[in-house]
């Protein structure tokens, strides 16, 4: 690394630092607390002054129950907390406040804290989820009773659409040295089992069923796909979907329609060509839309699903074929022209990074393309996973096997793509038997404009397969794996989330 490039690497890490502290600030906003200090009927004061409070604001009262004792230590671990009140913010002091009470009973030395009915925010995506990370009410539908809005300066919340507190951040000044790079940076990927999955899983993506913003994680197996509801920090078994028959081969949960709702497009071959369906949330259940869809269908840019929705021609004797741009418009697929893919695109492994097109070729080469130029190739073969199709020979068979598709992520102020490449066993190259000894992640971002790069992420070695690697709206980064035994019985995968450091 440059003497330049680690010295701004040193000046941006205090800087970000600094970023993460004014985002906490806000967080601590919403987490206030105090005391009432005497009740003269239907007034109360508390002991929030006007560093703490404001007019018009309100806040629960909340009185202590019963203790809370481990069951196994018999240790008391907190007590019950039950709201017995309301009360609004009238006239502010310096170290004390007057409040209406407004509903319930108020007592000397109970404790009061922010009530915040509803929460929105107004801004870039990046500081939504850094701050969907503090505060998991926040929202982006409009209007609420507090707004948090990040401006130019920094971050300003609004109370009833009155301004009632800013937090600058910090700005980055003109150092006089070239920006620095992920290139330049060492990244440790430290993973973290989150659950076992009872089968090899062929594919899987994030979704939002409901429309209402609950993730649920749908994996992809070969006869039926699993819905798990992300949950805080766990993972929730909701339900099972069984597929039609054909051999599935991917599954992407993409806004298609004029709703708010993701549906999820599942990738299969019947007979000798592709006849996929299209799926969508009723409750705690998948409904078939659209069945014997004669591609294989991706969205390539989930920013813009339905100028990005591709589909593409697929059977066992010429495998990959044309591509033409599609439309769901209502319960009906339409083609709507013809989408101009480079020579050798492949739907499977497709997506969006920026401004490039980034996809692995049947060569399994990944190559990024931006407009109608590549930009960048690998020599040395990526592509590889336990998903594939059997294609019969007059001796024999063969072997069709599908590519896993990338995913994009930030770290710090840098966008990039993670790109997998699964390493094949003796056993695959001589007698075409599917086995892997491990998968890995590969660092894919922007050196500097039309100039990428790819570097592998360190720990990310995975035993076996990777078969999809994923981003939810937090930036959590969640990886499946799989592998396989010598009877079916042991096949089976896991779900691992990835965090990144920096060494």
Same mark, same amino acid.
Request: hydrophobic fraction near 40%.
């Given at each position: 690394?440059?003497?330049k490039?680690?010295?701004l690497?040193?000046?941006? %890490?205090?800087?970000t630092? &600094?970023?993460?502290?004014?985002? =906490? #600030?806000v967080?601590s906003?919403f987490q +206030?607390?105090?005391? *009432?200090v005497?009740v003269?009927?239907?007034?109360?004061?508390?002991?929030l002054?006007?560093?703490?409070?404001?007019v018009g604001?309100?806040?629960?009262?909340?009185?202590?129950?019963?203790?809370? %004792?481990?069951?196994?230590? &018999?240790?008391?671990?907190?007590? =019950? #907390?039950?709201?017995?009140?309301?009360? +609004?913010?009238?006239? *502010?002091?310096?170290?004390?406040?007057?409040?209406?009470l407004?509903?319930?009973?108020?007592k000397?030395?109970?404790?009061?804290k922010?009530r915040?009915e509803?929460?929105?925010?107004?801004?870039?995506?990046?500081?939504?989820? &850094?701050?969907?990370?503090?505060?998991?009410?926040?929202?982006?539908?409009q209007p609420?009773?507090?707004?948090?809005?990040?401006?130019?300066d920094g971050i300003?919340v609004?109370y009833r659409?009155?301004?009632?507190?800013?937090?600058?951040?910090?700005r980055?000044?003109?150092v006089?040295?070239?920006?620095?790079?992920l290139?330049d940076i060492?990244l440790l990927?430290?993973?973290?089992?989150?659950?076992s999955?009872?089968s090899?899983?062929?594919s899987?993506d994030?979704?939002?069923?409901?429309?209402?913003?609950?993730e649920?994680l749908?994996v992809?197996?070969s006869?039926?796909?699993?819905?798990?509801e992300?949950?805080?920090k766990?993972?929730?078994k909701r339900?099972?979907?069984s597929?039609?028959?054909?051999?599935?081969?991917?599954?992407q949960?993409?806004k298609?329609?004029?709703?708010?709702?993701?549906?999820v497009?599942?990738?299969?071959?019947?007979g000798?060509?592709?006849?996929s369906?299209i799926?969508?949330?009723?409750g705690?259940?998948l409904v078939?839309?659209?069945?014997?869809?004669?591609?294989?269908m991706?969205?390539?840019?989930?920013?813009k699903p339905?100028?990005?929705?591709?589909g593409?021609?697929?059977?066992?004797?010429?495998?990959?074929?044309?591509?033409?741009?599609?439309?769901l418009?209502?319960?009906?697929?339409?083609?709507?022209?013809?989408?101009?893919?480079?020579?050798g695109?492949?739907i499977?492994?497709a997506?969006?990074?920026?401004?490039?097109l980034v996809?692995?070729?049947?060569?399994?080469r990944v190559?990024?393309?931006?407009?109608?130029?590549?930009?960048f190739s690998?020599?040395?073969?990526?592509?590889?996973?336990?998903t594939?199709?059997?294609?019969?020979?007059?001796?024999g068979?063969?072997n069709f096997v599908?590519?896993p598709?990338?995913?994009?992520?930030?770290?710090l102020?840098?966008?990039f793509?993670?790109?997998?490449?699964?390493?094949t066993?003796?056993?695959?190259?001589?007698?075409?038997?599917l086995k892997?000894t491990?998968?890995?992640?590969f660092?894919?971002s922007?050196?500097?404009k039309?100039l990428?790069?790819?570097?592998?992420?360190?720990?990310?070695?995975?035993?076996?397969t990777?078969?999809?690697?994923?981003?939810?709206?937090?930036?959590?980064?969640?990886?499946?794996?799989?592998?396989?035994g010598?009877?079916?019985?042991?096949?089976?995968?896991?779900?691992?989330?990835?965090?990144?450091?920096?060494?």
């Open positions: 690394m440059g003497k490039a680690l010295i690497i040193l000046f941006l %890490i205090p800087l630092l &600094k970023a993460q502290e004014v985002y =906490e #600030k967080g906003f +206030r607390e105090g005391y *009432v005497k003269e009927g239907q007034k109360v004061v508390v002991d002054g006007k560093d703490k409070v404001r604001e309100e806040f629960d009262l909340l009185r202590e129950g019963k203790e809370i %004792i481990h069951p196994i230590t &018999k240790q008391v671990i907190g007590k =019950e #907390k039950q709201v017995v009140g309301r009360i +609004r913010i009238e006239e *502010v002091q310096d170290n004390f406040s007057y409040a209406r407004i509903e319930g009973l108020a000397e030395g109970e404790r009061i922010l915040v509803n929460l929105c925010f107004q801004g870039k995506e990046e500081t939504f989820f &850094k701050l969907k990370a503090l505060l998991p009410e926040l929202k982006k539908e609420c009773s507090y707004t948090i809005k990040e401006l130019e300003g609004e659409d009155s301004p009632v507190a800013f937090y600058s951040a910090p980055v000044g003109k006089g040295m070239e920006k620095a790079n290139e060492n990927g430290k993973s973290r089992l989150l659950l999955l009872p090899l899983p062929l899987a994030i979704c939002d069923l409901t429309g209402t913003g609950r649920f749908l992809l197996f006869g039926r796909i699993s819905a798990y992300l949950v805080k766990d993972i929730v339900f099972d979907y597929l039609p028959a054909g051999v599935p081969v991917g599954l949960c993409v298609i329609g004029d709703g708010k709702e993701d549906f497009l599942v990738n299969m071959v019947a000798d060509s592709a006849s369906l799926l969508k949330g009723v705690d259940s078939p839309l659209i069945r014997n869809v004669p591609y294989l991706g969205v390539l840019n989930k920013e339905r100028e990005t929705f591709i593409q021609r697929y059977n066992l004797r010429t495998g990959f074929g044309q591509s033409v741009r599609l439309s418009e209502g319960e009906n697929l339409r083609e709507i022209g013809a989408f101009l893919a480079p020579r695109f492949r499977d492994s997506f969006s990074f920026e401004d490039y996809f692995t070729d049947s060569t399994g190559r990024v393309f931006k407009r109608d130029g590549e930009v690998t020599e040395e073969g990526f592509g590889g996973s336990y594939y199709v059997e294609i019969p020979l007059e001796q068979k063969m599908f590519n598709r990338g995913t994009q992520g930030r770290f102020d840098f966008s793509a993670l790109v997998i490449k699964n390493h066993g003796v056993v695959q190259r001589f007698l075409d038997i892997y491990r998968g890995e992640l660092i894919l922007e050196k500097r039309d990428v790069f790819l570097k592998p992420l360190r720990g990310s070695n995975f035993e076996e990777i078969q999809g690697v994923l981003t939810t709206k937090d930036g959590r980064i969640l990886v499946i794996t799989g592998r396989t010598t009877l079916t019985i042991q096949n089976r995968g896991d779900v691992y989330e990835l965090e990144l450091r920096a060494l």
